[in-house]
Nanobody
Framework: VQLQASGGGLVQTGGSLRLSCAAS????????MGWFRQTPGKEREFVAA????????YYADSANGRFTISRDNAKNTVYLQMNSLKPEDTAVYYC???????????????WGQGTQVTVSS
């Protein structure tokens, strides 16, 4: 599975962005998908995850209520809608695919290249 993340950019505090992650391969619908983020000098941080079927999602406390993860298996794409953005959301955002389910990066087998999100104050 190859993943390509896009949709990052510069936005003001309180604004919104929608990240997309396009996957190649016929087995996309069998993978759980996650979004992580990372800032310089810090470990990669879990943001949100969605099961292969799309019927179950999980969010980090920092994202709960503001971010929404979704997927379209017909388009081999997973999304992260981010609303009410804060400066502390500034990071490189990565999408990832797993045969399992969880919040730890080591569970994920495939990673996209990352897309930069910058929230100005």
């Amino acid at each position: 599975v190859q993943l390509q993340a896009s949709g990052g950019g510069l936005v003001q505090t309180g604004g919104s962005l929608r990240l997309s992650c396009a996957a190649s391969g016929r087995t996309f619908s069998s993978y759980g998908m996650g979004w992580f983020r990372q800032t310089p000098g810090k470990e990669r941080e879990f943001v949100a995850a969605i099961r292969w079927s799309g019927d179950s999602t999980y969010y980090a406390d920092s994202a709960n209520g503001r971010f929404t993860i979704s997927r379209d298996n017909a388009k081999n794409t997973v999304y992260l809608q981010m609303n009410s953005l804060k400066p502390e959301d500034t990071a490189v955002y990565y999408c990832a695919a797993t045969r399992g389910w969880g919040t730890q990066p080591y569970i994920y087998d495939y990673w996209g290249q990352g897309t930069q999100v910058t929230v100005s104050s």
